[in-house]
Antibody, heavy 120, light 107 residues
Framework: EVQLVESGGGLVQPGGSLRLSCAAS????????MNWVRQAPGKGLEWVSY????????YYADSVKGRFTISRDNAKNSLYLQMNSLRAEDTAVYYC?????????????WGQGTLVTVSS | EIVLTQSPGTLSLSPGERATLSCRAS???????LAWYQQKPGQAPRLLIY???SRATGIPDRFSGSGSGTDFTLTISRLEPEDFAVYYC????????FGQGTKVEIK
């Protein structure tokens, strides 16, 4: 059974940093592309970042470019999101989401999410 | 950048009724790259439809997708109690984008 479990969320002051983790199991993590998607309270879904299976290709949404860094450790079956210079508008539930395949880039599995609150 | 606009914002229907949700793109989307997700309160989204019309694994056949170009539709033929939720369309590719969602609520 595919499982994605996020952790690391919490309350942080504006300008602060936080590192999110996503522990994957139930599939060959090193073979799949991964993403972070977020959802502000009461709002819709926003894609945040993508990383290829090897980690060699990375994309970011314009809203987080230069502040967030996605990475992965295939030996530990883990995905990460380092978030710096956090703003109030970064407050959201952050989901890690797996792509179905490199040819079918749909989010076929999602974690339960971890809440990040940016507030003084 | 492609903008996806979903309508209506809220759909009030009774169990057993048919639901028709619309997703309009600001420019043409390859049908291969349009998906629909369902999200219930406090839960992660669940993939329903991909490639505009292909049902994901385990999705009941009362859910169907159609459309091409800039206009796409998700139809739920007969609403079950568990179908009341928020539905998002999504264009996928190198920069995935979501519509703002349609809430299907009990009338």
């Amino acid at each position: 059974e595919v499982q994605l479990v996020e952790s690391g969320g919490g309350l942080v002051q504006p300008g602060g940093s936080l590192r999110l983790s996503c522990a994957a199991s139930g599939f060959t993590f090193s073979s799949y592309e991964m993403n972070w998607v977020r959802q502000a309270p009461g709002k819709g879904l926003e894609w945040v970042s993508y990383i290829s299976s090897s980690g060699s290709t990375i994309y970011y949404a314009d809203s987080v470019k230069g502040r967030f860094t996605i990475s992965r450790d295939n030996a530990k079956n883990s995905l990460y999101l380092q978030m710096n210079s956090l703003r109030a508008e970064d407050t959201a539930v952050y989901y890690c989401a797996k792509y179905s395949s490199s040819k079918l880039r749909i989010f076929d599995y999602w974690g339960q999410g971890t809440l990040v609150t940016v507030s003084s | 950048e492609i903008v996806l606009t979903q309508s209506p914002g809220t759909l009030s229907l009774s169990p057993g009724e048919r639901a028709t949700l619309s997703c309009r793109a600001s420019q043409s989307v390859s049908s291969s790259y349009l998906a629909w997700y369902q999200q219930k309160p406090g839960q992660a989204p669940r993939l329903l439809i991909y490639g505009a019309s292909s049902r994901a694994t385990g999705i009941p056949d009362r859910f169907s997708g159609s459309g091409s170009g800039t206009d796409f539709t998700l139809t739920i033929s007969r609403l079950e109690p568990e179908d009341f939720a928020v539905y998002y369309c999504q264009q996928y590719g190198s920069s995935p984008r979501f519509g703002q969602g349609t809430k299907v609520e009990i009338k």
